[in-house]
C-alpha cells in the first residue's frame, strides 16, 4: 500500500541457495565415514553454513543484514526484517522486507538494488522482477490499473486438497455459514479419528487463506476452530460448506485503494474526556522515529461485536478491521474473554481491543517513516 501510495515499484526476488553465501562462526566438524571414501576417517570442518546446521540461519540472517546496511538501508525499530532508506531527492523512502531468502522491495528503481547483489555481493538471485506472487498471495493489475492481491493460486490449491481428501469439490454456495447459525448447539454424532484429522487440516488450511487476504471468511473460521478436538457431523458440514464459498469466490481480492476516505459528512463530536475516567489523554509519539516523508495516510478502525454469539458460554464474538486509506490491511476476530450482558458492554471489549491494536499499528508505521493523518 506505501508502494502504490508514494509512486514506488513493487518488485519481488529470491537468493538461491541462501545459507550457503554465510559462512559458520563455530568451529563444527565431522569424522568422514565410509561414504567418503578416501576421506574415511578424516576430520572435516564446516566452513559454509550448509543446510541443516542449528546455526546456519543466524548465520545468514547476519551476513544479508550486512549486505543490506551496505546498500544504505536501515532496519525498522519495529520490525527488524523491514529496512528503510531515504530516496534520492529526500522525498520518501524505499523500502526491503525480507523473510529469510525472499526480498519484497519497493523502491523507485529496485532492479538497480537487484544489479547491485548481483554483482557487488555475487547473490544467487532468481524470479526478480515485478511483483507477481510474494509468500502464498498473488499480486496483478486489474483492468482500470490498480493493483490487487489475491491468493488465487493458495485457494485453487487447498480447493484441489479438498477434493483428494473426499473424492469430490466442494459443493458451491453463496454464504460460508447460514446465517444466524449456532454451531455450538449443535448435536449431530461425534466423529471419528479419521475425520476428526481430516477437519484440523481443512481450519489450518483456511486459517492460511484467511491469513492471506480471505478476511471474508475470518469469523465463520474462527468459530469453527473451537471445535478441532471433537468435532461432530455437523460441524465437518459447515467447514465443508466454507470450502464452497471459496469455490464461488476465488476471483475475490484486495485492492489497494490510495485515495483518502471522505469523512466530511461524519459528526465530529468534542467531548471534554477530562471529566472522565480516562483524563485528557493524548495520542504518544515515539521521540526515537524517524522523520517522516512521502504522502499521508489515514488510519480507520471499523469494529463490532456480538452479543451472545456463543449461545453456550454467552460469550460476544469481535471482529476488527483496520485501514490504511480505503485499503484494509489488518483483521482481527476472536472470542472474547468475559460474558457481558449487555451491547455497551461488549461493544466496548471490542473498542478496547481495537484501540490497542491501533496504537500498536500506528507506532509500526510511524517507525517507517510514515506520515499520519490525525
Given at each position: 500500500?506505501?508502494?502504490?501510495?508514494?509512486?514506488?515499484?513493487?518488485?519481488?526476488?529470491?537468493?538461491?541457495?541462501?545459507?550457503?553465501?554465510?559462512?559458520?562462526?563455530?568451529?563444527?566438524?565431522?569424522?568422514?565415514?565410509?561414504?567418503?571414501?578416501?576421506?574415511?576417517?578424516?576430520?572435516?570442518?564446516?566452513?559454509?553454513?550448509?543446510?541443516?546446521?542449528?546455526?546456519?540461519?543466524?548465520?545468514?540472517?547476519?551476513?544479508?543484514?550486512?549486505?543490506?546496511?551496505?546498500?544504505?538501508?536501515?532496519?525498522?525499530?519495529?520490525?527488524?526484517?523491514?529496512?528503510?532508506?531515504?530516496?534520492?531527492?529526500?522525498?520518501?523512502?524505499?523500502?526491503?522486507?525480507?523473510?529469510?531468502?525472499?526480498?519484497?522491495?519497493?523502491?523507485?528503481?529496485?532492479?538497480?538494488?537487484?544489479?547491485?547483489?548481483?554483482?557487488?555481493?555475487?547473490?544467487?538471485?532468481?524470479?526478480?522482477?515485478?511483483?507477481?506472487?510474494?509468500?502464498?498471495?498473488?499480486?496483478?493489475?486489474?483492468?482500470?490499473?490498480?493493483?490487487?492481491?489475491?491468493?488465487?493460486?493458495?485457494?485453487?490449491?487447498?480447493?484441489?486438497?479438498?477434493?483428494?481428501?473426499?473424492?469430490?469439490?466442494?459443493?458451491?454456495?453463496?454464504?460460508?455459514?447460514?446465517?444466524?447459525?449456532?454451531?455450538?448447539?449443535?448435536?449431530?454424532?461425534?466423529?471419528?479419528?479419521?475425520?476428526?484429522?481430516?477437519?484440523?487440516?481443512?481450519?489450518?488450511?483456511?486459517?492460511?487463506?484467511?491469513?492471506?487476504?480471505?478476511?471474508?471468511?475470518?469469523?465463520q473460521v474462527v468459530s469453527?476452530?473451537?471445535?478441532?478436538?471433537?468435532?461432530?457431523?455437523?460441524?465437518?458440514?459447515?467447514?465443508?460448506?466454507?470450502?464452497?464459498?471459496?469455490?464461488?469466490?476465488?476471483?475475490?481480492?484486495?485492492?489497494?485503494?490510495?485515495?483518502?476516505?471522505?469523512?466530511?459528512?461524519?459528526?465530529?463530536?468534542?467531548?471534554?474526556?477530562?471529566?472522565?475516567?480516562?483524563?485528557?489523554?493524548?495520542?504518544?509519539?515515539?521521540?526515537?522515529?524517524?522523520?517522516?516523508?512521502?504522502?499521508?495516510?489515514?488510519?480507520?478502525?471499523?469494529?463490532?461485536a456480538n452479543l451472545f454469539?456463543?449461545?453456550?458460554?454467552?460469550?460476544?464474538?469481535?471482529?476488527?478491521?483496520?485501514?490504511?486509506?480505503?485499503?484494509?490491511?489488518?483483521?482481527?476476530?476472536?472470542?472474547?474473554?468475559?460474558?457481558?450482558?449487555?451491547?455497551?458492554?461488549?461493544?466496548?471489549?471490542?473498542?478496547?481491543?481495537?484501540?490497542?491494536?491501533?496504537?500498536?499499528?500506528?507506532?509500526?508505521?510511524?517507525?517507517?517513516?510514515?506520515?499520519?493523518?490525525?
Amino acid at each position: 500500500m506505501l508502494a502504490k501510495l508514494n509512486d514506488l515499484e513493487l518488485w519481488g526476488a529470491d537468493i538461491g541457495n541462501a545459507y550457503l553465501e554465510a559462512f559458520t562462526d563455530e568451529k563444527l566438524y565431522i569424522i568422514a565415514g565410509p561414504e567418503f571414501e578416501d576421506l574415511e576417517g578424516h576430520i572435516l570442518i564446516f566452513h559454509k553454513a550448509l543446510y541443516g546446521l542449528k546455526s546456519s540461519g543466524l548465520r545468514w540472517s547476519e551476513k544479508l543484514h550486512d549486505i543490506i546496511k551496505d546498500l544504505g538501508f536501515l532496519p525498522s525499530k519495529a520490525d527488524p526484517y523491514i529496512w528503510y532508506r531515504e530516496n534520492k531527492d529526500g522525498t520518501k523512502y524505499e523500502y526491503v522486507a525480507i523473510y529469510v531468502d525472499d526480498l519484497l522491495i519497493a523502491m523507485e528503481n529496485p532492479k538497480e538494488m537487484i544489479d547491485q547483489l548481483k554483482e557487488k555481493f555475487k547473490l544467487k538471485i532468481k524470479g526478480d522482477g515485478p511483483l507477481e506472487y510474494h509468500l502464498g498471495c498473488d499480486y496483478y493489475l486489474d483492468p482500470d490499473g490498480m493493483l490487487v492481491a489475491a491468493p488465487r493460486k493458495y485457494v485453487s490449491k487447498i480447493l484441489e486438497a479438498y477434493k483428494n481428501m473426499f473424492g469430490e469439490d466442494p459443493k458451491s454456495s453463496k454464504l460460508p455459514l447460514n446465517k444466524n447459525d449456532h454451531p455450538e448447539l449443535d448435536n449431530s454424532e461425534l466423529v471419528g479419528p479419521d475425520q476428526i484429522q481430516k477437519y484440523m487440516t481443512m481450519i489450518g488450511k483456511l486459517q492460511c487463506a484467511v491469513t492471506l487476504g480471505r478476511f471474508d471468511i475470518l469469523s465463520q473460521v474462527v468459530s469453527m476452530s473451537r471445535f478441532r478436538l471433537a468435532p461432530r457431523a455437523g460441524h465437518v458440514a459447515r467447514v465443508k460448506k466454507i470450502f464452497g464459498y471459496l469455490s464461488k469466490t476465488k476471483h475475490y481480492a484486495i485492492r489497494f485503494r490510495t485515495d483518502e476516505p471522505d469523512y466530511s459528512n461524519l459528526p465530529d463530536q468534542d467531548y471534554d474526556w477530562c471529566r472522565s475516567v480516562y483524563g485528557d489523554v493524548h495520542e504518544e509519539i515515539p521521540e526515537d522515529a524517524p522523520k517522516p516523508l512521502g504522502k499521508p495516510v489515514v488510519h480507520s478502525v471499523y469494529l463490532d461485536a456480538n452479543l451472545f454469539y456463543d449461545m453456550v458460554t454467552g460469550r460476544a464474538l469481535t471482529a476488527v478491521l483496520h485501514f490504511l486509506n480505503m485499503t484494509p490491511i489488518y483483521w482481527f476476530s476472536k472470542h472474547q474473554a468475559t460474558v457481558e450482558t449487555a451491547t455497551y458492554g461488549s461493544e466496548f471489549v471490542a473498542a478496547k481491543t481495537a484501540t490497542e491494536q491501533a496504537m500498536n499499528l500506528r507506532g509500526t508505521l510511524r517507525y517507517l517513516g510514515v506520515l499520519i493523518v490525525k
